[in-house]
């Protein structure tokens, strides 16, 4: 992985704030209501600013919402350049590339999974408290006299030697 310029990632965080107050204030767009800047990242050269951003909506529909949001956010790159253009004072403004941040909804799988486990353990351990061994307490035998192999009377003293 190679070293993050600190200058890139000072453009992505004014890109960022830029992106995030024109979707939220300056595009009236009803496609982009929902959508969340969620990261921005800038190439080395700053020739390419890769804009991370989610949605937040009804389950049921979010692959619809998604295509139609992504379609405005499209629309709406050439417009959203230019006030980056503006706000950075860079010599050539960065091309906008718009990807869709699957991160949150792993996230919230990860977390159904982790609910259903903690779920799981609460259940083992209610079955646990009334659970009864199924022969001896301790099967293992502790300072008794055994037969050896050979028909000798062996006595063991619990320390793994025979006496």
Same mark, same amino acid.
């Given at each position: =992985?190679?070293?993050? *310029? /600190?200058r890139s990632a000072r453009i992505a965080a004014v @890109? %960022?704030?830029? @992106?995030?107050?024109?979707?939220?204030t300056g595009l $009236?767009? /009803?496609? &982009?209501?929902?959508?969340?800047?969620? #990261?921005?990242?800038?190439? *080395?050269? =700053? %020739? @390419?600013?890769? @804009?991370?951003?989610? %949605?937040l909506g009804d389950p049921g529909h979010a692959h619809g919402e998604r295509k139609r949001a992504a379609q405005a &956010?499209? %629309?709406?790159t050439g417009h959203l350049r230019t006030l980056v253009g503006r706000s950075t004072g860079l010599r &050539?403004? /960065?091309q906008l590339e718009f990807?869709?941040? #699957?991160? /949150?909804? $792993?996230?919230?799988?990860?977390e159904d999974i982790m609910?259903?486990?903690r779920h799981r353990d609460e259940q083992l351990a209610r079955l646990r408290e009334n659970a009864r061994y199924a022969g001896e307490e301790d099967p293992y035998r502790h300072g008794s006299t055994d037969n050896g192999p050979d028909g000798d009377e062996t006595v063991q003293d619990g320390s793994g030697f025979d006496h």
């Amino acid at each position: =992985m190679a070293k993050t *310029n /600190p200058r890139s990632a000072r453009i992505a965080a004014v @890109i %960022q704030r830029v @992106i995030a107050t024109a979707l939220s204030t300056g595009l $009236h767009d /009803p496609r &982009l209501k929902s959508v969340t800047v969620t #990261e921005v990242r800038v190439t *080395n050269d =700053m %020739q @390419i600013a890769r @804009i991370f951003w989610t %949605q937040l909506g009804d389950p049921g529909h979010a692959h619809g919402e998604r295509k139609r949001a992504a379609q405005a &956010l499209r %629309q709406a790159t050439g417009h959203l350049r230019t006030l980056v253009g503006r706000s950075t004072g860079l010599r &050539l403004t /960065p091309q906008l590339e718009f990807v869709y941040d #699957e991160v /949150p909804a $792993h996230a919230t799988a990860v977390e159904d999974i982790m609910v259903a486990a903690r779920h799981r353990d609460e259940q083992l351990a209610r079955l646990r408290e009334n659970a009864r061994y199924a022969g001896e307490e301790d099967p293992y035998r502790h300072g008794s006299t055994d037969n050896g192999p050979d028909g000798d009377e062996t006595v063991q003293d619990g320390s793994g030697f025979d006496h």
